[in-house]
């Protein structure tokens, strides 16, 4: 029986650039950092209280950066951790917007892969 998400991919150009972002900005550990091949090294992140990991990947002929990624984070207020991560230098597409279901904002990360930030 399936129990869950192990981890999603990220498709970046820069491993280093990618780590600082995710690590520095949004606050997520790093789980796993070694080498995969001689291109780039396998960066696996954590995010405090979840067991879904993220992992930043760089694909040769498959998904490219820079688009909206069907991956969709959850805060417990959506407004103070909008306000937070632009402290930090993190741009977003999209303010934080109410409506029947919740809020939700939209950031993007320095490859303009776009992700969803919504309440849960």
Request: glycine fraction near 10%; aromatic fraction near 12%; avoid cysteine.
């Amino acid at each position: 029986m399936i129990r869950g998400v192990k981890f999603a991919s990220v498709p970046v150009n820069d491993q280093d650039a990618a780590l600082a972002f995710y690590t520095e900005k949004l606050g997520f550990r790093v789980l796993t950092d070694q080498p995969f091949d001689g291109k780039q090294r396998w960066l696996e992140l954590g995010i405090s209280g979840a067991d879904t990991r993220l992992v930043l990947f760089r694909y040769d002929g498959g998904p490219k950066p820079g688009m909206q990624m069907n991956v969709t984070f959850w805060a417990d207020d959506v407004e103070a951790t909008v306000r937070e991560l632009r402290q930090k230098g993190v741009e977003f597409t999209m303010g934080p917007q109410k409506a029947d279901w919740g809020t939700a904002a939209m950031f993007k990360d320095p490859d303009g892969n776009t992700f969803l930030l919504s309440s849960k």
